[in-house]
């Protein structure tokens, strides 16, 4: 079957710009993440949604940082006021429920220039 | 102390040899470990899950588990050079005893397999 989607795969954008990255989880599957990873480093946990609601929104760094899923499928990463340090690769990932495996879509790798 | 760590490599074998990644976590509490595989440029791929003590085989990866000592290794027999990757241990983070969600992860072991 399909597996997690993700939309741009690549993005370049100025310093101070919004972007808005997507994400299409594998059908039937309720909880979605998202993780940035930067160069040399595993991916870091940024936020989770069960279904419509984020669950734990722990890994925003901060309030430029905001998430949506409103019909708990698709979800939208969103940044406001882009800085050079928010270039990383943003993955996002499913899974049926919390306890089991997580699988990852292919990214988006976010340049801010 | 890092949440889960793991020897940043780069750990290089013959083709055809035993591979041994390992890694170790702090939160005793923890449950679920999972082994991912990451190709140069890729995004991470699930190859291992465990969670109770011992040893998981799926065709030439074994996971291995031991609580008590807080670590997980993955052994990969008979090498490829198409095994050449970075290898990610993940464990769920913990809130009492239930599982958050959020993965955590170490930075990743590179391993090189020569022909």
């Known amino acids: 079957g399909a597996g997690v989607s993700q939309t741009p795969s690549n993005k370049v954008t100025e310093k101070g710009k919004y972007v808005e990255l997507r994400c299409d989880p594998i059908?039937?599957?309720?909880?979605l993440y998202w993780y940035r990873q930067s160069l040399g480093q595993g991916p870091e946990f940024l936020i989770y949604?069960?279904?419509?609601?984020?669950?734990?929104d722990s890994g925003l760094p901060n309030d430029r940082f905001f998430a949506v899923r409103p019909e708990g499928s698709v979800s939208t990463l969103k940044i406001q006021r882009t800085e050079r340090g928010d270039s990383a690769v943003y993955l996002c990932?499913?899974?049926?429920?919390?306890?089991?495996?997580?699988?990852f879509g292919p990214g988006t790798r976010l340049t801010v220039t | 102390q890092k949440e889960v760590e793991q020897n940043s490599g780069p750990l290089s074998v013959p083709e055809g040899a035993i591979a041994s990644l390992n890694c170790t976590y702090s939160d005793r509490g923890s449950q679920s470990f999972f082994w991912y595989r990451q190709y140069s440029g890729k995004s991470p791929e699930l190859i291992m899950s465990?969670?109770?003590?011992g040893d998981k085989e799926d065709g030439r990866f074994t996971a291995q588990l031991n609580k008590a000592s807080q670590y997980v290794s993955l052994l990969i027999r008979d090498s490829q050079p198409s095994d050449s990757a970075t290898y990610l241990c993940a464990v769920n983070g913990v809130r009492g005893s239930s599982n958050t969600g959020k993965l955590i992860f170490g930075q990743g072991t590179t391993l090189q397999v020569k022909p």
């Open positions: 990932a499913s899974s049926v429920d919390r306890n089991y495996e997580q699988y």
């Open positions: 949604f069960q279904g419509t609601g984020a669950a734990d």
């Open positions: 059908s039937g599957h309720t909880a």
């Open positions: 465990i969670y109770s003590n």
